[in-house]
């Protein structure tokens, strides 16, 4: 009897010609034409490049794991909720999108500290119209493929989310209505007189913050289980050490390497095997 199930994904349905060399690894069992189960199979250095060769996510998923050991999923906004990068498109109606991004890139890729990348990038955003930030989320933000999905598979199963984000509750919050979140945790930008000031209020939600938040929400709920955490830059990794179950998603090398899971190919809804076997 199998103890574990390797969970192979394509955001593309599967060929017969690629269904054909899974199966020298071992029977499989096809659940749709983008998803098949490979049962107790090694993660051997001949299937991953297979998979790295046909852009395929695969993952080691216990037979055990069930939705109903998890009480929490905590998730990042800024490319893993979200398509983009608020701040990047912000900075872009100044004509510094270039400059922001590579702040970005580099924090994201744990190269400089994010607290101190905000402070400098949000302090080149001093004179922007506060309409700016509804320009942005209207016509540029954009859900990530199958994240509704995977929180509709969470809210049927009674799970809560927590979206946490070093970015800006003017977003987190408009996401917060429209996706049914539990709950959400950002940076609030000051605004005066309409206009940005450059700072950010309070504590900035970093690393650290994230995971202070996930554990503080934890420790709130009635009957605390499992958690789950997905992120894809380094400001994620401590609340993804925290979890029981992290994914990296579309995620920073540094970022795939520590976490349980890592999907690089499929969308959000390549979460919901990872969770419980379908």
């Known amino acids: 009897m199998s103890i574990f199930q390797t969970v192979v994904q394509s955001s593309q349905p599967l060929s017969s010609d690629v269904l ?4 020298k690894f071992n029977s499989y069992r096809l659940v749709n034409d983008r998803l098949i189960y ?5 993660l051997t250095s001949q299937l ?18 069930s939705f109903s050991d998890i009480s929490l999923v905590v998730m990042d ?10 701040i990047d498109e912000i900075a872009d109606f100044m004509g510094i999108k270039d400059q922001v991004s590579a702040i970005t890139e580099s ?27 509804l320009t942005v989320y209207n016509e540029r933000l954009k859900i990530t ?7 509709q598979a969470l809210r049927d199963n009674g799970i809560e989310t927590l979206l946490v984000s070093g970015g800006f509750t003017f977003f987190t919050e408009r996401l917060q209505k429209r996706l049914n979140l539990t709950h959400t945790r950002a940076n609030t930008l000051e605004v005066k ?52 179950i992290s994914v990296a998603f579309h995620a920073k090398p540094i970022v795939r390497e520590q976490a349980t899971h890592a999907l690089s190919w499929v969308g959000l809804d390549g979460v919901i095997p990872l969770l419980e076997i379908q």
């Open 193 to 244: 007189q309409g206009y940005l000031t450059g700072r950010v209020l309070g504590d900035i939600v970093d690393a650290q913050g994230k995971a202070y938040w996930l554990r503080t929400l934890l420790k709130q709920q009635k009957n605390p289980k499992g958690v789950v955490a997905i992120g894809d830059g380094a400001n994620d990794l401590a609340m993804m050490k925290e979890a029981d």
């Open 77 to 86: 906004m800024d490319s893993t909720l979200i398509t983009i990068e608020c």
């Open 107 to 133: 924090a994201m890729r744990g190269e400089i500290d994010f607290s101190e990348s905000l402070r400098r990038r949000v302090s080149l955003l001093e004179g922007l119209p506060e309409t700016t930030l």
């Open 38 to 42: 490979l049962p107790t199979t090694p």
């Open 145 to 151: 493929s199958g994240a509704e999905q995977l929180l």
């Open 20 to 23: 054909a060399q899974l199966a």
């Open 48 to 65: 991953s490049e297979l998979a790295n060769l046909h852009q395929l996510d695969i993952a080691q998923v216990p037979n055990h794991r």
